[in-house]
């Protein structure tokens, strides 16, 4: 399985963000983010989807509640 993170606007659409690579695990994915959340954020995405080789397993806001 390879994780990996889709970087969206309010909308749904993609937008640009750094490339955080592949995860080999749900829970090296969600760190990284859970370490990584205020810069995407401050970079323009306001939600992010995580995907399990390219299905999307979930989609969260990036705010701070």
Same mark, same amino acid.
């Given at each position: 399985?390879?994780? /990996?993170?889709?970087?969206?606007?309010?909308? &749904?659409?993609?937008?640009?963000?750094?490339?955080? &690579? /592949?995860?080999?695990?749900?829970?090296?994915?969600? /760190?990284?983010?859970? #370490?990584?959340?205020?810069? #995407?954020?401050?970079? &323009?995405?306001?939600?992010?989807? #995580?995907?399990?080789?390219?299905?999307?397993?979930?989609?969260?806001? #990036?705010?701070?509640?």
């Amino acid at each position: 399985m390879n994780w /990996t993170w889709r970087y969206e606007a309010a909308d &749904g659409t993609v937008v640009d963000g750094p490339d955080a &690579g /592949t995860f080999s695990s749900q829970s090296d994915a969600e /760190t990284w983010l859970g #370490l990584n959340w205020q810069s #995407l954020a401050e970079a &323009g995405a306001t939600q992010v989807t #995580l995907l399990n080789d390219d299905k999307a397993e979930y989609t969260m806001p #990036l705010t701070a509640e």
